[in-house]
């Protein structure tokens, strides 16, 4: 069943936005060579509680007895999302993509960016580009009267042009009073299918697109997703409110 919001509740989301959107960008600003994942964790999760706001990430379960460890899923190079953070320290030349959750006055905030560390390839440097730009041209879409596969299609009619492998096994989803609610919303697929948007609707829109094969396989700890090739990914994640029949993307500063 789609949640459909009330004013208020997309206030509450709201202040949950805006404390992921600050936190990325807290985060953003420190990603540099020699730093760690673990590093920009603690930094996150520490303006996170100074905000009295929860990280939604922290123990989280998928249903088993393995809880995610971290504030946030900080995935570098290859890995696409869920990358667990440790002592894993950044190199010049890599891409890191940072996914955050925010969990304030019983509702949920929820996106994503990628960082280059240092200088990066130009192969590297257009994956991030064609992969921010995809996110807001399926953000266009989500008005109401359309069908999520509006935006499906708007990610993946651009996508496609610059040959880059759409993960398919992944999908954005509905937010704000669970951390993840329906609707499913996939980054590929057709024009008018799936269900209608409504004004209400709260969506966290996140095209995860790799250089290489669209395939992906799951580490041994469970969480971790990497592209089956190796290959280089990049992940962008808005969450966006439709009111007054347009989109308005909440996890900005």
Not at 76 to 98: D, F, K
Request: with cysteine; aromatic share 6%.
């Amino acid at each position: 069943m789609i949640l459909i919001k009330t004013k208020k509740e997309i206030d509450f989301i709201r202040e949950s936005c805006k404390i992921v959107a600050e936190t990325l960008q807290l985060v953003k600003a420190h990603v540099k060579e020699g730093i760690t994942t673990l590093e920009l964790d603690k930094l996150a999760e520490n303006y996170i509680r100074s905000n009295d706001a929860i990280p939604a990430f922290k123990g989280y379960t998928q249903g088993g007895p393995n809880k995610f460890p971290g504030s946030i899923c900080a995935s570098v190079e290859h890995e696409v999302v869920h990358g667990i953070p440790g002592n894993r320290i950044l190199n010049n030349g890599e891409i890191i993509s940072v996914d955050i959750g925010v969990l304030k006055n019983n509702y949920y905030g929820d996106a994503a960016l990628s960082v280059a560390v240092g200088e990066i390839s130009a192969e590297k440097k257009k994956l991030m580009e064609v992969t921010e730009k995809s996110l807001y041209l399926g953000i266009e879409q989500a008005q109401d009267g359309n069908r999520i596969g509006d935006i499906s299609f708007a990610i993946q009619s651009y996508v496609d042009e610059h040959g880059f492998g759409i993960v398919r096994d992944l999908c954005g989803h509905g937010v704000g009073k669970y951390l993840h609610e329906e609707p499913q919303i996939q980054n590929f697929g057709h024009r008018n299918s799936g269900p209608k948007i409504k004004d209400g609707m709260t969506l966290a829109i996140e095209p995860m697109i790799n250089l290489g094969t669209h395939k992906v396989v799951v580490e041994l700890d469970g969480w971790t997703v990497i592209s089956a090739d190796k290959s280089p990914s990049a992940h962008f994640e808005h969450t966006i409110a439709v009111v007054d029949g347009k989109p308005e993307i909440l996890t900005i500063c």
